[in-house]
């Protein structure tokens, strides 16, 4: 998984994995969605990353049960 933001623009690009894209979704106007040709998930493009509370992100870590 790699995660970019781009500054200049408020955009968050979060990549989950290196297949091509086949096919994107917008799921609003600040969000969209690509998909591998097999359905997986590839890439989450979230635009006013920023002004949508999406960035900088908070990580949490916890130990499983």
Known sequence: MRTTYFDEDDILVIRLSDKPISREVSQDWSTHISY???GTT???VLLEAKANGAFPLQVE???AA
């Open 36 to 38: 591998a040709e097999d």
């Open 61 to 63: 870590h916890a130990l």
């Open 42 to 44: 590839v890439e989450v």
